[in-house]
């Protein structure tokens, strides 16, 4: 497993470039909301680009870090995607993003890993339904993971998750591949239901296996 870098945010921004109008607000508006709810400060040593301080989240409950990082992260991965594009496509009539301005928000533009020993119930599943779609060779929806190998199988990929969830599913979402789908879900919301036969299966299956005579049971 591997990640890809997201590039373009590595080394700052070299060129203007031409993104919607409210863009520059939009993005400052996000850095401020990030900053203020995890208590980040940034630092700068002589000419080195700004960066965030070091920082524990220990001021912080889990469910605030957690929710924090989901929010934060999945906007770096949709910005990413955005600044594709308009590098691709200088939207016509918007507003100018320079370097310079640039530097004012792209300290922010770094994930937030959370120790698993911190993830909510939500936090894990979200995880593993990244991880799930890295395992099936699918980039969109693996948050920049990859899978360098030839994609698993539903069930496969279904297993390496259980064998993951012993050490990081701490409040029992039981995360599954339902039978014959190719998605993984929450046993905790129920999205399948546990067949002694069958193994996982949706609702809709459960009726099939009281047809069948193997009572799916809960
Ligand atoms: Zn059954």
């Known amino acids: 497993m591997s990640f890809n870098v997201f590039f373009m945010f590595s080394a700052g921004l070299q060129t203007p470039l031409k993104v919607p109008k409210g863009t520059f607000d939009a993005i400052m508006g996000e850095v ?11 630092e700068q ?15 912080v409950d889990d469910e605030t870090l957690c929710a924090a990082a989901e929010r934060h992260n999945a906007w770096i991965i949709m910005l990413h995607g955005q600044f594709g594009e308009w590098f691709k496509n200088p939207v016509r009539g918007g507003e100018r993003l320079t370097p310079t301005k640039a530097k004012r928000f792209w300290h922010a533009l ?15 599943e979200e995880r593993m339904k990244a991880l799930y779609e890295a395992l099936r060779g699918r980039a ?6 990859c899978f360098d ?8 990929a279904a297993s ?5 969830s012993s050490w990081l599913d701490g409040e029992e979402r039981d995360m599954d591949v339902p039978k014959g789908c190719d998605w993984l879900g929450s046993r905790y919301h129920g999205d399948y239901e546990y067949c002694e036969k069958c193994g996982p299966v949706t609702n809709e299956h459960v009726d099939a296996c009281r047809k069948r ?4 049971k809960d």
């Open 45 to 59: 040593y002589r000419k080195n680009p700004p960066r965030w301080k070091h920082n524990d989240f220990k001021e």
């Open 160 to 164: 390496v998750i259980n064998l993951l």
């Open 110 to 124: 770094e994930m937030i890993t959370v120790p698993p020993e911190r993830w909510t119930g939500d936090y894990y």
């Open 149 to 156: 190998a030839r994609a698993l199988s539903p069930r496969q």
């Open 32 to 42: 401020r909301w990030i900053e203020k709810e995890l208590g980040l400060e940034t």
């Open 213 to 216: 005579g193997c009572p799916a």
């Open 140 to 145: 969109f929806g693996a948050e920049g993971m």
